[in-house]
């Protein structure tokens, strides 16, 4: 289980993330577990969801999904790694939209790394 970074926690907070999770960021970024399930209603810090567990919420609750992809027609070995693809309105498959961002055109190293970035760039999208 992969969970989010600070950045990404922070914001999704901001924007009304307010599920059960199972870790916690402290107001310096300081990675904390529960003993069970939580939700992080206090006034410091905010929840540290999975990656997973946030992508689910943008799909359920925003109808944006957020994917990491494998580069693998690279130009040059410099372009090997993965990118990310968020799609908004995917409830209706006729009107999918694919958002176009850097973050879309940008090489990751690894898989978690894009959709860590993707999920940022997603949760930026909700008013």
């Known amino acids: 289980m992969k969970i989010v970074s600070h950045k990404v926690a922070k914001l999704a907070r901001e ?3 307010n599920e059960t999770v199972f870790a916690h960021y402290d107001d ?3 990675l904390g577990w529960t003993n069970g ?3 992080y209603p206090h006034n ?3 929840a540290a969801p999975s990656q ?3 992508q689910n919420w943008l799909l359920s609750t925003h109808n944006i999904w957020v994917e990491p992809i494998l580069n693998f027609v690279p ?3 410099d372009d090997y790694g993965f990118r990310v693809c968020i799609y908004t ?3 209706q498959w006729d009107k999918v939209k694919w958002s176009t961002t850097k973050h879309c055109c940008k090489i990751y190293e690894s898989p978690w ?3 860590d970035e993707g999920l940022y760039e997603a949760l930026n999208m909700i008013p």
Do not use: E, Q
């Open 75 to 77: 130009d040059t070995t």
């Open 113 to 115: 790394k894009a959709l």
């Open 37 to 39: 399930k939580l939700n």
């Open 28 to 30: 310096n970024g300081i």
């Open 89 to 91: 309105d995917v409830n």
């Open 44 to 46: 410091t810090g905010c």
């Open 15 to 17: 924007k009304g993330f």
């Open 52 to 54: 997973y567990s946030l």
